[in-house]
């Protein structure tokens, strides 16, 4: 073959990686609950107190952890699937050269 493929995925671009995708999440989340107390979305409104910005930050921290362990998981489960169809076509591109080969040692009628 002339033109060699290259099978190697690029490398994820910044945005792209678990841990900062994990560490945005968070932070987003705990700004839109910080928000939504203080409009007073699902409940009368509050006043920010220590003890509401500690329980935001930490909320804001579980949910990126979460998404962090996500976004690991689908990125394991999309390079097994991508290996997986990789070489279930190298198999059956091998076995087709192999019938080929086998029909050119038969002898013609």
């Known amino acids: 073959m002339s033109d060699a493929q290259n099978n190697d995925t690029p490398p994820p671009t910044f945005w792209q990686r678990p841990a900062v995708r994990g560490v945005v999440n968070g932070i987003v989340f705990a700004g839109l ?8 979305v699902f409940q009368p409104p509050r006043e920010l107190s220590e003890e509401l910005i500690t329980q935001d930050l930490f909320a804001g921290v579980i949910f990126g952890f979460l998404m962090y362990v996500i976004e690991l998981w689908k990125r394991q489960r ?3 699937a991508e290996t997986v169809a990789r070489e279930t076509v190298e198999r059956r591109l091998e076995r087709e050269s192999d019938d080929d080969e086998d029909d050119d040692d038969r002898p013609s009628r």
């Open 33 to 40: 609950l910080l928000v939504m107390q203080l409009n007073g």
């Open 78 to 80: 999309r390079i097994k």
